[in-house]
Nanobody, 115 residues
Framework: QVQLVESGGGLVQAGGSLRLSCAAS????????MGWYRQAPGKQRELVARIGSGGSTNYADSVKGRFTISRDNAKNTVYLQMNSLKAEDTAVYYCWAGWVQRDYWGQGTQVTVSS
């Protein structure tokens, strides 16, 4: 079992930045895949970014060049640095971990970008 707790969401103007954090309840060294998803009102949850245990990353096309995912195994934390935010980035952002053939989710943190 692993619990995930997100933080760092909030209200920001378009063009601004936010950094989301996801703290895990256990060591993430053994968790190969972690990432961030988001869900806007009336839309399906979508992948934002993923990171593997070796540091390999992949991003949704809509955030490439603006968002950066990283992980700190010593702190059991995954981060999402979001720059040049746009109104269309407004959503609830969820931390995800894929471990032992199960999906784990955080409770979500709201990001609102005002235009």
């Amino acid at each position: 079992q692993v619990q995930l707790v997100e933080s760092g969401g909030g209200l920001v103007q378009a063009g601004g930045s936010l950094r989301l954090s996801c703290a895990a309840s256990r060591s993430i060294r053994s968790i190969n895949n972690m990432g961030w998803y988001r869900q806007a009102p009336g839309k399906q949850r979508e992948l934002v970014a993923r990171i593997g245990s070796g540091g390999s990353t992949n991003y949704a096309d809509s955030v490439k060049g603006r968002f950066t995912i990283s992980r700190d195994n010593a702190k059991n934390t995954v981060y999402l640095q979001m720059n040049s935010l746009k109104a269309e980035d407004t959503a609830v952002y969820y931390c995800w971990a894929g471990w032992v053939q199960r999906d784990y989710w955080g409770q979500g943190t709201q990001v609102t970008v005002s235009s």
